[in-house]
């Protein structure tokens, strides 16, 4: 069974930096996970869960939310089985609970509010 777990979530001043991780574990069947894609969602309080960043499998092309483009940079490495999310220049509106997801499983997700 794949499962996911997200860190590096917390507290950060507007305009400051984070760093999110999410580590891959476990085994299923015909699931190799340098084949499927992974991407980042958040969820604000009373908003839904919205896409942030993805990135590829085999061809790991990456692709961002225009809300974060410029700010934000989605990494994968294999080996590590971990997939990583630079944060910079953070505002307020980046304050929501941020998951990970590959193949339909999801993580717990991670805290990350800015704020002075």
């Known amino acids: 069974q794949v499962q996911l777990v997200e860190s590096g979530g917390g507290l950060v001043q507007p305009g400051g930096s984070l760093r999110l991780s999410c580590k891959v574990s476990?085994?299923?069947?015909?699931?190799?996970?340098?084949?499927?894609?992974i991407g980042w969602f958040r969820q604000a309080p009373g908003k839904e869960r919205e896409g942030v960043a993805c990135i590829g499998g085999s061809l790991p092309s990456t692709n961002y939310a225009d809300s974060v483009k410029g700010r934000f940079s989605i990494s994968r490495d294999n080996p590590k089985r971990t997939v990583s999310l630079q944060m910079n220049s953070l505002t307020a509106e980046d304050t929501a609970v941020y998951y990970c997801?590959?193949?339909?499983?999801w993580g717990q997700g991670t805290q990350v509010t800015v704020s002075s």
């Open positions: 997801m590959i193949g339909g499983v």
């Open positions: 476990g085994r299923a069947s015909g699931f190799t996970l340098n084949y499927y894609g």
